[in-house]
């Protein structure tokens, strides 16, 4: 009964003009030095919505039907490589992140250093509020759904609700192969599509994964980033799902990838979502949802970072400000949260992803990190125990959590006083000598891209110990 069907189109010649001269989520990153371009499109058709069908349990194997259709039009952000011959094949299709009432590229700003040599991406603007949102969003009233922030532009958009959110998203990531009208990648031959999403984007990739992948089959590869220890509702609702009960829409908890997939399933973690994220020790922690690697899974957690840090702030600071002007001040946070290298491992696990989709190559599989039922292990230094190990952790000169300290699900840097260095580290070159062999370490295992890791050591010879 899935197999009807449903026309969608692509458009951009028609777009009307609009008032900013930019794109709603432009990035900050500069991609004319990478030789990529940034074009948008809108997307149309009619999506179907999708309820329980039968009962959903934590092994992930959740059966739905069908709950009505509606029709919708909605938006597609391409970056691509200017230069065709550059394509590598791969088209990364990110779920554009809500949770601040905004589409947000969080997982472009985690990849860009590995999409930007060769892949094309796509963000999609899947759920409501990203269009429809007049306000109400943490960041300050000026930020806006893509509607309100340029009417002239976004007018024609109708987005239905998140309960057609999920066949949106295959939608577009259908269309990518296969428009209907404009061409989104201008004739560039799609080989593999992989699907990706961060935080409340992580929590409807799992049950896209769960619910929706095994009957649309649109996507050759799944990166779920920083989800806590539950899925998203099947039907309306945006930002973190809540627990079962009357303050929010119905999830299963814990949940965990459904293990009869046939496609590559990564999961990447960080300290954050292991207890934090999910309110604390129970079910709803990811630590509660861990399981085993299979064929076809992969879990890393990452000892030593935050669901968000100054990664990520350094770069959708700029870019929220660009599009909205006035907004909350985070630039505040930058040098107190958590300043781990965790786009340097998303970058290598995306890389992995890719080289498993094509080739059938698994990556590497890593301990978790150690926990008791309610706190994670931590050494001397604060650091946390197992995981996936960077040099950051093995030779530090900071304690790095990824625990609230001063930012909500920010975590925190805090370095190591003078005597403690000083007792670590008889001098400099001894500091960048231990470094490099944890940085060969973590390289050699597939957790850093050796170019990653070539730039991690420039910087430790370049960081002043205590300074």
């Not at 449903?6 to 030789?35: I, K, M, Q």
């Not at 590598?88 to 905004?102: H, P």
């Not at 593999?192 to 961060?198: D, F, I, S, T, W």
């Not at 030593?304 to 006035?326: E, M, V």
């Amino acid at each position: 009964m899935f197999l009807h069907a449903r026309r969608f189109d692509t458009d951009r010649d028609r777009l009307p003009e609009g008032v900013h001269g930019s794109p709603g989520t432009a990035t900050s990153v500069d991609l004319a030095a990478a030789g990529y371009t940034e074009q948008e499109f809108f997307l149309s058709g009619t999506a179907t919505a999708y309820r329980e069908d039968g009962a959903w349990e934590s092994d992930g194997r959740w059966p739905v039907a069908e709950a009505g259709q509606a029709p919708y039009r909605t938006r597609l952000l391409v970056r691509a490589p200017q230069d065709r011959s550059k394509f590598n094949g791969t088209v990364v299709v990110e779920w554009l992140n809500v949770s601040g009432n905004v589409d947000v590229d969080v997982d472009f700003g985690y990849m860009h250093s590995e999409l930007l040599q060769g892949y094309a991406w796509v963000g999609v603007s899947a759920q409501a509020a990203g269009v429809n949102s007049t306000g109400g969003s943490p960041l300050g009233p000026n930020v806006v759904g893509l509607k309100a922030w340029d009417p002239q532009r976004y007018g024609p958009l109708h987005h239905p609700g998140d309960a057609y959110s999920y066949d949106i998203f295959s939608q577009a990531g259908a269309a990518l192969r296969a428009p209907r009208g404009a061409d989104p990648l201008a004739g560039l031959v799609v080989e593999r599509l992989l699907a990706v999403g961060q935080s409340q984007s992580a929590m409807r990739m799992l049950t896209y994964a769960n619910a929706i992948h095994p009957l649309a089959r649109v996507f050759d590869g799944l990166f779920i980033h920083s989800r806590a220890g539950f899925g998203a509702p099947i039907g309306s609702g945006t930002g973190l799902p809540k627990l079962d009960g009357p303050d929010g829409p119905r999830v299963v908890s814990p949940a965990r990838v459904r293990t009869d997939l046939a496609t590559p399933t990564f999961q990447v973690v960080t300290e954050t979502e292991l207890f934090e994220l999910g309110g604390g020790p129970g079910p709803g922690s990811f630590v509660a949802a861990r399981q085993p690697d299979t064929d076809r899974i992969r879990t890393w957690e990452i000892a030593g970072t935050a669901h968000s840090d100054a990664h990520a702030l350094r770069i959708l600071y700029p870019q929220y400000t660009a599009q909205f002007g006035s907004i909350r001040d985070l630039s505040a946070a930058i040098p107190v949260v958590n300043d781990g290298p965790q786009a340097q491992v998303v970058s290598a696990a995306l890389r992995s992803l890719n080289t498993w989709v094509t080739d059938g190559a698994a990556p590497p599989s890593a301990e978790p990190i150690e926990t008791t039922d309610t706190v994670i292990v931590r050494d001397e230094f604060g650091n946390a125990r197992g995981g996936v190990r960077t040099p950051h952790v093995d030779v530090p000169t900071a304690s790095l959590t990824g625990e609230t300290v001063h930012v909500p699900n920010n975590g925190a840097t805090v370095a190591l006083d003078a005597d403690t260095l000083a007792s670590l580290y008889a001098h400099q070159d001894a500091y960048v000598t231990r470094f490099a062999a944890a940085t060969d370490r973590a390289v050699t295992a597939g957790f850093l891209r050796f170019e990653d890791g070539r730039a991690l050591v420039a910087a430790a010879r370049g960081t002043r110990l205590g300074g």
